[in-house]
């Protein structure tokens, strides 16, 4: 089964266009899955795999009491394989094809408030080079409402300053441009200009964002970033890069932005990813009024 999952995994990556991290994802869920019909049902052929076996891996699931939301992609990564085994002939059926994933509880994800965001950018101090990238960092990912891994994975070449546009590769390896505002032109330009050359001394790496030792900025640097700036903000929240996008994309609806202009910044190919920020604008309302209106709760 080893050399399908290998298989599997280039299909994936040259065919479906998914994102190494969602590959990877999958790739750990189809392994434990493995680990799992060889371990308690002898099973190293995909063809002797049968329905009750994938039913007994779910239960084995829900008796971990795994999240929904977990339990879904996991079978959503086992239906996938199984989808790519019966069409490549390596198997006669699908046994998953009638399995129903869970209903996921869908919950609005926290956003922050514009003076949040402000503090934020406040608890910034100094004029270090770290400081510098911090301030490009934030001002871009809150400015544009890019993905993590599409901030991280940036190269120098896809900032364009005096075009004010950034060149953006997303979901699906789909290349979208994505406008700066004149903020994050600043603080771009004085980290381009007074700090990227000081960390990188040591290195000749292209990518944009980097390091204290001149090496690309990881996911897990950025978090604890974000994570010790909204602690000195006195932000009580959690705070993560999810959490500036989702910002990004309330403020914008708020201010009167269509939800089709908004799809296409975010990057969303369904624009039903898209709505879910309606939700979170009219929360976002009823809360505001509750909280000022004098009349909105009895005294």
């Known amino acids: ?90 198997t006669d059926n699908n046994p998953a094809i009638e399995i129903e994933s869970p209903k996921t509880i869908k919950t609005l994800p926290q956003v922050l408030s514009v003076d949040e965001v402000v503090k934020l950018l406040q608890a910034i101090q100094g004029d270090d080079p770290l400081a510098l990238r911090n301030q490009a960092l934030l001002e871009l990912i809150y400015g544009s409402g890019l993905r993590v891994s ?51 001394i040591n290195s000749t790496v292209d990518y944009l964002f980097v390091n204290q030792y001149g090496q690309r900025l990881s996911r897990q640097g950025f978090f604890k970033l974000l994570k010790k700036l909204a602690q000195n903000a006195g932000i009580n929240k959690e705070v993560s890069p999810h959490t500036l996008r989702h910002s990004f994309a309330t403020h914008l609806l708020e201010a009167g932005v269509d939800l089709r202009t908004l799809q296409s910044l975010l990057g969303h190919e369904d624009i039903q990813t898209t709505q879910i920020y309606t939700h979170i604008s009219q929360k976002h309302l009823k809360d505001v009024y509750l909280e000022t209106h004098p009349r909105a709760k009895e005294k």
């Not at 060889?38 to 329905?51: A, F, G, Q």
């Not at 953006?168 to 994050?184: D, F, Q, T």
């Open 1 to 90: 089964m080893i050399y399908l999952l290998k298989d599997y995994e280039y299909y994936l990556k040259r065919e479906k266009g998914l994102s190494q991290n969602t590959i990877m994802a999958y790739l750990r869920d189809l392994e434990q899955y493995r680990s799992f019909l060889e371990k308690y049902h002898s099973i190293k052929n995909v063809r002797k795999i049968e329905k009750k076996h994938v039913e007994a891996y779910l239960k084995t699931l829900k008796n971990k009491q795994l999240s929904s939301k977990s339990s879904s992609r996991k079978l959503t990564a086992i239906k996938g394989f199984h989808q790519f085994l019966y069409i490549e002939k390596e």
């Open 150 to 200: 599409e901030l991280l994975d940036l190269k120098i070449q896809d900032i364009h300053l005096t075009a004010g546009h950034v060149r953006v590769i997303g979901k699906g390896n789909k290349e979208r441009e994505v406008p700066l505002g004149e903020l994050s032109v600043i603080a771009l330009r004085q980290y381009l200009t007074k700090a990227r050359n000081k960390l990188t």
